[in-house]
């Protein structure tokens, strides 16, 4: 018991220093799960799939201000999964438990992922494609705020240079 106090207590001390104020016991809960999820689960390669759809997800990091307005990172992604963490309390008042959502996808890209990991997996392909006269698309979505423009930006920078060094050939 003594352990569990102090581990809260340091967690508590890191937290505040770092600007995260939100419940540290919710903290420790998620980062447990997300010890146990990459013992668990390894990451899938990304991979190149010949299908007439591709559903790619990118987790955003959180950003400073809601961690000082006590937001929990409560999303945990290893590639083809993503886990949403619940973060919740028992009808007693005091009891703290996670219920964790899972959903899985074709390609989920974690904050540590770049816009050119995810181009190579998602859309490098498409260009082949394209330049054998078929229509392709590609189709940013989310909440406003999540990082559609942060992707795509990238995203289109890689995609000009294939178009351009392709059409040079």
């Known amino acids: 018991m003594q352990n569990k106090i102090n581990i809260r207590e340091e967690k508590r001390i890191i ?17 447990q ?24 997800v990118r987790k955003r990091p959180i950003f400073d201000k809601e961690k000082e307005n006590g937001l929990i990172d409560c999303f945990s992604c290893v590639n083809p999964t993503c886990f949403i963490h619940e973060c919740k309390t028992k009808i007693d008042g005091i ?12 390609h ?9 990991e995810i181009y190579n997996a998602a859309v490098k392909p498409l260009v082949s494609h394209f330049f054998k006269g078929n229509n392709t698309t590609i189709f940013a979505y989310g909440q406003t705020g999540s990082g559609k423009t942060f992707t795509m930006t990238g995203i289109v920078n890689a995609l000009a ?8 050939k």
């Open 95 to 106: 009891s703290k438990f996670l219920e964790n959502q899972q959903f899985c996808f074709d």
């Open 33 to 56: 799960f997300r010890e146990q999820l990459f013992k668990k689960y390894l990451p899938k390669p990304f991979h190149v799939k010949q299908t007439k759809i591709l559903v790619c």
């Open 15 to 31: 937290n505040a220093e770092m600007g995260q104020y939100g419940d540290v016991d919710f903290y420790v809960k998620i980062e």
């Open 108 to 116: 989920a890209f974690s904050e540590s992922n770049t816009s050119n």
């Open 161 to 168: 240079e294939d178009i351009f060094d392709l059409n040079k």
